[in-house]
């Protein structure tokens, strides 16, 4: 099992930055995976950002994103991050990490993002 929990998220003004970060705990050896996810107001989950496999040269963005977005993760620390730039509303939304081995797939709780002035 893994158990995942993320920070870094809280009130922000449209053009800001925030950083979030995921710290993984348990069996983080076979952890492979990490990937970010959205959750509007109202809407369903939603990919935003990602690092796939050991050699962390694979980074995903959803398109909405593109440019705004890096993904990053420390395998060592068993700790992912989500840096965001050049807020907007619409960004506002809970962000959950999602860390997957071949196997299985984790989730965090959550944390709250709003962009607004």
């Known amino acids: 099992q893994v158990q995942l929990v993320e920070s870094g998220g809280g009130l922000v003004r449209p053009g800001g930055t925030l950083r979030l970060s995921c710290v993984a705990s348990g069996s983080i050896w076979d952890m492979d995976s990490m990937y970010w996810y959205r959750q509007p107001p109202g809407q369903q989950r939603a990919f935003v950002a990602g690092v796939h496999g050991r050699t962390r040269s694979n980074q995903l963005s959803h398109d909405s994103v593109k440019g705004r977005v890096t993904a990053s993760w420390d395998p060592a620390k068993g700790t992912g991050y989500l840096l965001m730039t050049d807020l907007t509303p619409a960004d506002t939304a809970v962000y959950f990490c999602?860390?997957?081995?071949?196997?299985?797939?984790?989730w965090g709780q959550g944390t709250q993002v709003t962009v607004s002035s």
């Open positions: 999602n860390a997957r081995s071949t196997t299985d797939s984790f």
